[in-house]
Nanobody
Framework: VQLQASGGGLVQAGDSLTLSCAAS????????LAWFRQVPGERRVFVAD???????RVSDPVKGRFTISRDYAKNTVYLHMNSLKPEDTAVYYC???????????????????WGKGTQVTVSS
């Protein structure tokens, strides 16, 4: 499976942005998908995930501002980001998960395939 992320850019604090991640080569219908983000010098961290059945989770720093969704027909997952803050500045990565843990937020170790990152920069 190849994942292609897009939609990043430079925005101002308070703006909204939607990231897209299209999968190709194989259907992701039965798989969980996730978004992570990384800033230079730090580890990649969980942002949101969505199970094959549509159950979603988001991390505490983005709760109430970000949502994740998927379009099964388009083989695509989205990250809808509202009320962006400068601390949301990072490279965002979409990921196909090997497995989904219903009890814990997804970790990078669960990732089967990574998409290339897309830069999101939020100015104050």
């Amino acid at each position: 499976v190849q994942l292609q992320a897009s939609g990043g850019g430079l925005v101002q604090a308070g703006d909204s942005l939607t990231l897209s991640c299209a999968a190709s080569g194989h259907t992701v219908l039965g798989y969980a998908l996730a978004w992570f983000r990384q800033v230079p010098g730090e580890r990649r961290v969980f942002v949101a995930d969505i199970a094959s059945g549509g159950r979603t989770r988001v991390s505490d720093p983005v709760k109430g501002r970000f949502t994740i969704s998927r379009d099964y027909a388009k083989n695509t997952v989205y990250l809808h980001m509202n009320s962006l803050k400068p601390e949301d500045t990072a490279v965002y990565y979409c990921a196909l998960l090997q497995y989904y843990d219903v009890n814990y937020a997804s970790e990078p170790g669960q990732v089967d395939s990574w998409g290339k990152g897309t830069q999101v920069t939020v100015s104050s």
